[in-house]
């Protein structure tokens, strides 16, 4: 018949296998086949969960069974800059962290306004023990045009990160483009009338791929926000706002095991436990 087995164990050169059963005692011959069912849980493995921190500060609190985390994340845009005399410069985008400084990624610097070659510079990126991966500062923006008369100029695109590209910059007599929301990027810089400086690009925010082994219950974090848009000066545009920054943690679990045992041998049973011989 079929038996579910409590437990398994090896006493002096026998597998003792406890089993429940209601069958009477009794005996099996040597040499006849026996099927064991062991009643476990099928193999299966659970679902990594993804959680996605978008603004602010708080507390994550890594879910019961946890083996490790991995964190994606990326620091605030710097702002692009504005365009004509006067302009102001782009905002410099919040910093964006996980843990105590465990894992760290500045916001970057906006682009400077009235100014084509002051492009904003990326955030630094830094990665602590017990942590291990990969860490990249961001990129710089991109500059603008300048022309003494005759025509409009574009303004400079914003840096990207690997969330996505930069945000572009004003065509010609328009503002730059913002970054939207968390990826990180630079916001666009101004374009420029007839004659003057258009507005440079933000940079990006720093950038981290992380994994965490045997994770701590609970990390605190802030994510970064995007740097403010330079303004206009006279007759000119503002720049668009760099993109807030992001953070996506993964949890992954074990997975629990499962089987079934048959052979041939010779024994004694009772309703308590089956002594088993391999032959």
Known sequence: GEYTIVTVSDVGGYRELVVNTES???????DTPV???INVETTTAKTPEVTVLKSGTGTYTTPKGALYLTVEMVGGGGGGGGSADGAGNGGTGG?????TSLLTCAGATGGAGNNYGGSGVGGTAT??????GVNFDGGAGGTAGFLSSGTYVNGGRGAGTPFGDGARGGYANSGGLGGGSNRGVGGGGAGSLMSGYAGPGGGSGGYIK???ASPSSSYSYAVGSGGSAGSAGSG???GGVGSSGVIIVTAHFGATGSGSAGGSGGGSYTPEKMVWEDK
């Open 210 to 212: 992380a994994m965490i």
């Open 95 to 99: 910093t964006t962290t996980f843990g």
């Open 127 to 132: 990665l602590n023990s017990p942590a291990t």
């Open 236 to 238: 000119g545009h503002a």
């Open 24 to 30: 009477s005692n009794g005996t099996i011959a040597n």
């Open 35 to 37: 099927l064991v069912v």
